[in-house]
């Protein structure tokens, strides 16, 4: 299986997937831990990949999703965005609602 295909599965496989500097339990970025936070504060359970371990991932993703920086969070196969998007929605109460 090549790396796009992978990324492809891997959201396809995890209803929230978070691609981050890290991982849940020691984000290596201040942009990950953030993302963390509010998914944590969504009380939600959310399956991660820490690109920081994958340099393919990390390479192919921002390709694949149009999206240059990470954090990058996936809900039911879609790009939501990165953290600023997420602090967005989160502030308006709908990151929430996605996520649920």
């Known amino acids: 299986m090549n790396t796009l295909d992978t990324i492809k599965q891997q959201i ?8 981050m500097k890290g991982t849940p339990d020691f984000p290596q970025c201040g942009f990950s831990s953030r993302a963390v936070q509010m998914l944590n504060a969504c009380d939600v359970e959310f399956a991660h990949v820490n690109i ?40 308006q109460g709908e990151l929430q609602k996605i996520v649920q």
């Not at 496989?13 to 691609?19: A, E, G, H, T, V």
């Not at 393919?56 to 999703?65: G, K, M, S, W």
């Open 12 to 19: 396809a496989d995890n209803r929230i997937i978070l691609y």
């Open 52 to 91: 920081l371990e994958h340099s393919d991932i990390r390479q192919t993703l921002p390709q694949y999703a149009n999206w240059p920086t990470f954090p990058q969070l996936y809900v039911a196969g879609e790009l939501i965005g990165g953290c600023d998007i997420m602090q967005n929605l989160f502030e």
